[in-house]
């Protein structure tokens, strides 16, 4: 189902796309990944700057960011700290939102994290844990904050924990579309 919620946005300027608060965003992806973060007793939270609004399709950022959300859940011990952080960043007059998910967990090598957005592509000591999945989770997250005129980055330190940041496009304020 979430391939087929890509072609969705296909072909359509980004531009043209209904505006998205990102404060649903974070909402829905938090009310998806709560029983999850209770199974493992993980402290869920989010922080930064609300009233942020993006353009795109409302359902495929929740699925991305729900995407990295349970994997700073599955990939972390019992009773770590997974962080949702919204603000805006300024690159040289381009304004951009960006949406962190940072964890405590188990960290990522640097030769891995090179290859970590491909499809099915999973890091070894991770699939031993049997967490299930198929190894597309961070692929579907780039293919969608792509198609909407972003980017993903990670950061991570083994053994530190990671932070997976979608960097979007701001929407142009109401006043300044007129
Ligand atoms: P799926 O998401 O399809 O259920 P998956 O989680 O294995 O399966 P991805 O989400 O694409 O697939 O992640 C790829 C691999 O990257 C994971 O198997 C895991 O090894 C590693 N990984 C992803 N996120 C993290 C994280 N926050 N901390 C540590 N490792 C991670
Ligand atoms: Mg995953």
């Known amino acids: 189902t979430q391939i087929v919620q890509l072609s969705r946005l296909q072909g359509e300027p980004v531009s043209n796309a209904e505006?998205?608060?990102?404060?649903?965003?974070?909402?829905l992806a938090l009310d998806r990944s709560r029983q999850l973060a209770e199974q493992r007793h993980v402290n869920l939270?989010?922080?930064g700057?609300?009233?942020l609004v993006v353009r795109g399709k409302r359902e495929q950022l929740v699925t991305a960011l729900v995407n990295l959300v349970h994997n700073a859940?599955?990939?972390s011990d019992e009773k770590a700290r997974v962080v949702v952080t919204t603000r805006t960043v300024d690159e040289g007059g381009d304004r951009r939102v960006s949406i962190a998910v940072t964890d405590n967990g188990i960290g990522i090598g640097p030769d891995d994290t090179k290859r970590i957005f491909e499809r099915f592509y999973r890091v070894d000591y991770a699939r031993s844990r049997q967490?299930?999945?198929?190894?597309?989770?961070?692929?579907?997250v780039a293919e969608i904050v792509e198609g909407h005129g972003?980017?993903?980055a990670v950061w991570s330190k083994l053994g530190s924990g990671s932070t997976f940041t979608m960097t979007l496009p701001a929407a142009a304020d109401e006043e300044e579309e007129v």
């Open 49 to 51: 700057e609300g009233g």
């Open 73 to 75: 859940i599955t990939y």
């Open 150 to 152: 972003g980017e993903v």
């Open 19 to 27: 505006q998205v608060l990102v404060d649903d965003i974070v909402g």
């Open 45 to 47: 939270t989010r922080g």
């Open 131 to 140: 967490t299930g999945g198929t190894g597309l989770g961070l692929s579907i």
